[in-house]
């Protein structure tokens, strides 16, 4: 009973910091937003109140599974996570990072592929298209279906491949910074790396947005190799037609949302 207690209030804690995570990453990702493009998510309020809601909701479903195996690494030594640098060479260091990186890019393209397939996108990612256009809030914008499918990844690669807390933490970083600034319909990084010949193998906002304006194409999370390699990737698209909008107050939200497709 003590065991259960204590593992319960690991996946609550857990729970906590991935919403406090959520919060503070998106609202950082939104301000900046303002300030860089005002009027961007013009008419647009209703829309990313339910974005938040989403993503709290899937923030608990995120927080059990981490918390089970915060636990379970604590208490148990059930996991391959390791605090000594002496346990693996330094050079292993990035290359865990690398390796869970792929592993969760191969997992989130063909679980995101299937979410398209009519029966599930109508029962379950729907709700992460309902975005239109994405905004800063929009990254863990899931219907619970698919935050479980998404929950799984990084707590199954710690049993199965070693890795330091660090570079844990910092896979973990690239997984929320990424999640969130892919979907907040501007380019943040300059346009000679994601225009270049970098961004033809990396995945940033433009090539994520024009995934949720045509939906059968770059399925991507980090990368485009397995776009490019089943012939789903459909190039990046152009922020200038979303900014000169977002800078004009007169347009009605409706039009807003028509116009993103």
């Excluded at 729970?15 to 900046?32: D, E, H, N, P, Q």
């Excluded at 290359?95 to 379950?124: C, G, Q």
Aim: proline content about 5%.
């Amino acid at each position: 009973m003590v065991g259960l207690t204590a593992i319960l209030l690991s996946a609550l804690a857990m729970t906590l910091i991935v919403g406090m995570r959520y919060l503070i990453v998106s609202g950082g990702f939104a301000w900046a937003t303002r300030l860089k493009h005002p009027g961007l998510y013009r008419g647009l309020d209703k829309q990313m109140a339910q974005e938040i809601r989403w993503s709290l909701a899937s923030a608990a479903i995120y927080g059990i599974p981490a918390g089970v195996v915060a636990w379970g690494w604590q208490n148990r030594g059930w996991t391959r996570i390791y605090t000594d640098l002496d346990a693996w060479p330094l050079w292993y260091l990035p290359v865990s990072v690398l390796l869970y990186l792929l592993a969760h890019d191969a997992w989130f393209y063909w679980t995101h592929r299937w979410m398209h397939r009519p029966r599930w996108f109508r029962l379950a990612h729907a709700v992460h298209h309902a975005s239109r256009p994405p905004t800063a809030w929009a990254a863990m914008s899931f219907h619970p279906i698919e935050a479980v499918t998404g929950a799984v990844v990084i707590p199954a690669l710690v049993f199965l491949i070693p890795i330091h807390a660090a570079a844990l933490g910092i896979v973990l970083a690239i997984m929320t910074v990424m999640g969130v600034t892919n979907h907040m319909g501007w380019e943040i990084f300059p346009r000679a790396m994601w225009r270049g010949p970098l961004g033809a193998w990396l995945i940033t906002a433009s090539h994520h947005q024009r995934h949720h304006a045509q939906y059968g194409c770059n399925y991507g999370l980090y990368f485009r190799f397995w776009d490019r390699l089943c012939g789903t990737d459909r190039g990046v698209g152009d922020f200038a037609h979303s900014h000169a909008r977002g800078m004009t107050a007169s347009r009605a939200p409706e039009t807003v949302r028509r116009n993103s497709l």
